[in-house]
């Protein structure tokens, strides 16, 4: 089941391929080096990935860098280890460094890729289902610091993506259920990202979502290449986030306030994000943006995928101080997607009374 879709970054005049398969694991060292021609790498790999596939990824000890799992983990000085090891092993501008593991992974790893030596070969091999559907795409890297969440880092492509579908087979259930939920903020902004081809993705999770929770691979594997191509129409056309690429933040600014008053402890990124879709759902039914028709629908097709499973005490009002210190807020203003239609989102400044009144 070979698939290979090209990403073409405009800004950049750079195209890298998204290889899709379901080949043997044992296949994947050597495919990578045979591709790159590579002589000299590290892979930046998960504890979690390398317990269960290091035998079948055959990297010898001294090519490997393991990183403990957990956000906590992208920090500077992980970061550091990450370099030190590059030059201790003498990598210079032909060597790569390869991330094996979900988004913590390929964040470091590629941040790490984009400064050493002012940028070498970046290499991702998603292995959760939201490393595959989001962040191995777009070229986002970077280190989160005391102050918050990817604060140091910077846009730098990879030169390939290698998603193999039967590292998902292990994924835990809290983790695939973590990357549902940014496969189901694609179905709410799927208009907007302006792609080639109307994909019906709203429908198709709501027909199919027994199938894509039992992870059949047929249904995933379409859900992960429409996720993949309607990224791809969006940071193709704004690899830097000046406009069109801040829809991909829908549920994002209070899922990630919910992430940080939690210490990043208590939710996953993307169950943290669906409650933060459950959140502006409401907020835009309350501002009249979105009619009660279809308010429901999202709700039901939120609930079909099970998320919302934990009870947490903040307010409304201690997430909305929160946000208010998000990178992206601005002079007191916070500045949020909400959806207009089925598929359809715009930018817009969150009126603060309105979602005080909004608790969740
Ligand atoms: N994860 C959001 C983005 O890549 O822009």
Redesign the pocket.
């Known amino acids: 089941m070979p698939n290979k879709i090209e990403v073409e970054i405009e800004e950049r005049k750079k195209t890298y391929p998204i290889y899709m398969d379901t080949d043997s694991i044992e296949d994947l060292k050597s495919r990578i080096i045979n591709d790159f021609n590579l002589k000299k790498y590290l892979v930046v790999i998960s504890e979690k990935v390398y317990k269960l596939y290091g035998k079948k990824l055959n990297f010898k000890s001294d090519e490997i860098f393991i990183l403990k799992d957990g956000e906590i983990q992208k920090n500077f000085k992980n970061y550091q280890r990450i370099i030190q090891c590059c030059e201790k092993k003498g990598l210079n501008r032909k060597s790569a460094l390869i991330a094996v593991g979900g988004g913590v992974v390929g964040d470091i790893t590629g941040f790490a890729a984009s400064t050493y030596m002012r940028g070498i070969t970046f290499i991702q091999v998603p292995t959760t289902l939201l490393a595959c559907v989001?962040?191995s795409?777009?070229?986002?890297v970077a280190i989160d610091t005391d102050f918050g969440k990817n604060l140091v880092g910077a846009f730098y492509q990879p030169s390939a993506v290698y998603i193999n579908l039967n590292f998902l087979n292990t994924l835990d259930e809290i983790q695939f259920k973590s990357g549902l939920a940014?496969v189901v903020k694609y179905a709410f902004i799927e208009k907007s990202c302006e792609a080639r081809f109307d994909f019906g993705l709203f429908d198709f999770l709501s027909v199919h979502c027994a199938k894509i929770l039992d992870r059949d691979l047929r249904f995933l594997e379409k859900v992960i290449k429409v996720c993949i191509e309607l990224?791809i129409a969006?940071?193709t056309k704004d690899e830097k986030?000046s406009g069109l690429?801040?829809i991909?933040?829908f549920g994002?600014t209070y899922g990630h306030a919910l992430e940080k008053l939690t210490n990043y402890k208590m939710f996953t990124h993307g169950e943290a994000v669906a409650y933060g879709l459950h959140f502006i759902f409401n907020y835009a039914h309350k501002t009249k943006l979105i009619d009660a028709n279809y308010k429901e629908l999202a709700t039901v097709l939120l609930h079909k995928f099970g998320f919302y499973d934990k009870t947490f005490k903040f307010s409304t009002q201690k997430l909305i101080q929160t946000m208010l210190k998000d990178k992206k807020a601005e002079d007191n203003i916070i500045k949020v997607i909400v959806p207009i239609m089925k598929g359809y989102v715009k930018e817009s400044d969150l009126d603060i009374d309105v979602a005080l009144l909004n608790n969740v």
């Open positions: 989001d962040s795409v777009g070229g986002k940014e990224k969006v940071v986030e690429r801040k991909l933040n994002h």
